[in-house]
């Protein structure tokens, strides 16, 4: 108990500390919380807090604001609390039991909060905050660390839970705990400098022994701590060193008075600008001309503009240009037409290099030493070159100028199998018969292994046998291997087992000739269990191998 008060102390002192380096900010706050602390467990009856055992609580903690609604809260707690069996209303347990502590915890822990109309209570235009008086409800929770020191007394040295009474009394439990603190508060805002809270907080501890006791009273259920009371809380006003309603942290230039609209700093013409970066102080310009006026508004200033009183484009210095191609009309030969600066200001239509007015086919791609206009049709299929997906291939037109070979309906060119007739939806290759996909499926109910092993048993070199005559029919096919376990033996050596039983499979694949590339196997363990774990003919069904014959693009 000494020893965390010397910590608290220095604890406070510290959080003092950061109080006066924070005082210029105005996104911060600080506070006390005076209040009790209830706890919940062996030595409670009831959910309400027993009126005598509720003790002192106190806290210190500083408040950043993220947003107006959002915060971190760095908080430090100190609470006592004791329980007693003599509040019990059985008198069996008060008679034969007897138990009492007393206790103390100390937590710091980091919060975020929430308040629900901190959008209305806090605004903040020029950088001095005003706060609106209101009642503003806000929730709470965070991660953090609690010391705990209880003090039990066994009473009547156990009472019926002799056991339970030696075992607690020998159980040396950790002081430190990680503390997982949550709860709400209301809060009402009396100036601009100060606000009061009323809070409740749950100290879930992840503990039985905030009593130390546990096994002797109710070893299933861990202990909670409540603590609440009023938080006064202090906000810290920003500083402004040149009293011009600017504060500091936005000002540009905090020891000179100057205007909100040059960010405190002196604008003599009022434009924004602040004079140090006015080219134009004694003119009111725009900020995105230093200060600087621009009488046609196209967004150059007049001292660059080449034609000031007319709207123009950067890209032309200023001066218009009809048709958006950046050559200004006075040097576009085309002034009307979108072109490019390699013809003058004329467009290329067909962007064959020839400009449209020298072009006898203006929209058709052509050569120059065939006067802009398209060669024919390469492959004499009725398709131009540049509408024949297949230019040098005769293919008719019905399929973009490109060949069918197995006449199956898709081009050569999109055709996976492209000398194989096959189904459309599968890429133009051979679909699996019904047969073979029924063999397919009902592989994973006959590949069998060694007990506890990965080792094929010989019936289920015949059913990768069929597997293999399957891939080597269908050359274009790639193979799936899954692999699964029943729930028995923990989750680690399951999913190691169903690894190493769908890498015999594709090992002995790979030994019958079928290439690595068209092949994956991977282990699921006990996931996905196709039949009850709690009967044996329902792991069997989930110990197995399952395939699947796929398209390459298809997973």
């Known amino acids: 108990m000494h020893a965390y008060m010397k910590t608290t102390a220095l604890a406070a002192i510290v959080w003092l500390a950061c109080i006066i380096q924070l005082r210029g900010q105005p996104s911060w706050e600080g506070g ?17 807090p027993e009126i005598k055992e509720i003790g ?12 107006p609604q959002w915060s971190l809260r760095p908080d430090f707690r100190f609470a006592r609390f004791s329980g007693s069996d003599e509040h019990f209303s059985d008198p069996g347990i008060r008679e ?15 919060l975020v909060e929430f308040d629900l109309l901190g959008k209305q ?75 009061l809270s009323a809070t409740m907080t749950a100290h879930y501890l992840l503990t039985d022994y905030l009593d130390g006791i546990s096994e002797a009273g109710n070893p299933d259920s861990r202990d909670w701590l409540w603590s609440g009371g009023l938080e ?42 602040e004079d140090a970066e006015d080219v134009c102080p004694e003119v009111p310009g725009l900020f995105e001309n230093n200060g600087c006026p621009d009488r046609d508004g196209d967004g150059i200033m007049d001292l660059i503009d080449d034609c000031p009183d007319i709207f123009g484009f950067e890209e032309t210095g200023g001066c218009p240009d009809r048709d958006n191609d950046c050559i200004a ?96 939806e599968n890429g133009g ?32 070199k015949q059913v990768l046998d069929s597997i293999v005559e399957l891939m080597r029919k269908y050359p274009f096919y790639h193979l799936r291997i899954e692999g699964y376990t029943d729930n028995r033996g923990n989750d680690e050596s399951n999913l190691r087992l169903s690894e190493q039983r769908a890498n015999s499979c594709y090992d002995y694949l790979l030994y019958r000739g079928i290439g690595p590339v068209r092949m994956s196997y991977q282990g699921f363990g006990e996931s996905d269990p196709i039949g009850d774990n709690d009967t044996e003919t329902g792991r069997r069904l989930n110990r197995r191998v399952e395939f699947e014959m796929h398209m390459p693009d298809e997973l």
Request: aromatic share 8%; proline share 8%; net charge negative.
């Open 32 to 48: 006390f919380l005076l209040g009790g602390a209830s706890y919940q467990g062996d030595l409670v009856e009831t959910l309400a």
């Open 56 to 67: 002192p609580a106190l806290g210190l903690y500083t408040r950043f604001y993220l947003s």
């Open 96 to 110: 034969k039991r007897g138990f009492s502590f007393e206790s103390w915890m100390g937590q710091g822990a980091l």
């Open 121 to 195: 209570r806090f605004t903040d235009s020029t950088g001095m905050p005003a706060y609106r008086k209101r009642f503003s409800p806000f929730v709470f929770g965070g991660v953090g660390a609690a010391y705990l020191n209880a003090a039990p007394d066994f009473g009547k040295n156990g009472g019926d839970y002799p056991s339970g009474v030696q075992e607690d009394r020998q159980m040396d439990f950790p002081h430190f705990r990680l503390a997982l603190p949550s709860g709400l508060g209301l809060r009402w805002d009396l100036s601009e400098k100060f606000s």
């Open 232 to 273: 006064l809380n202090f906000r810290f006003r920003p500083k402004d060193s040149d009293k011009d309603g600017i504060v500091d942290k936005k000002d540009s230039c905090p020891w000179l008075a100057g205007n909100i609209s040059a960010n405190g700093c002196p604008d003599m013409d009022g434009d924004g600008v």
């Open 329 to 424: 009309d006075a040097e576009d030969e085309c002034p009307d037409a979108e072109g490019l600066a390699a013809f003058a200001g004329c467009p290329d239509t067909d962007a064959d290099g020839i400009p449209d007015n020298l072009d006898p086919c203006p929209t058709e791609q052509g050569l120059v030493e065939n006067g802009g206009c398209p060669l024919p049709d390469t492959d004499c299929d009725g398709l131009v070159d540049r509408e024949d997906d297949c230019p040098r291939m005769d293919g008719g037109q019905h399929m973009a100028g490109c060949p069918d070979t197995d006449e199956d309906g898709l081009a050569d060119n999109v055709d996976k199998c492209p000398e194989l007739a096959g189904d459309p």
């Open 429 to 460: 290759c051979p679909s699996l018969e019904e047969a073979e996909k029924e063999l397919v499926a009902n592989a994973k109910s006959s590949i069998r292994f060694k007990t506890g092993s990965a080792i094929l048993l010989p019936e289920s």
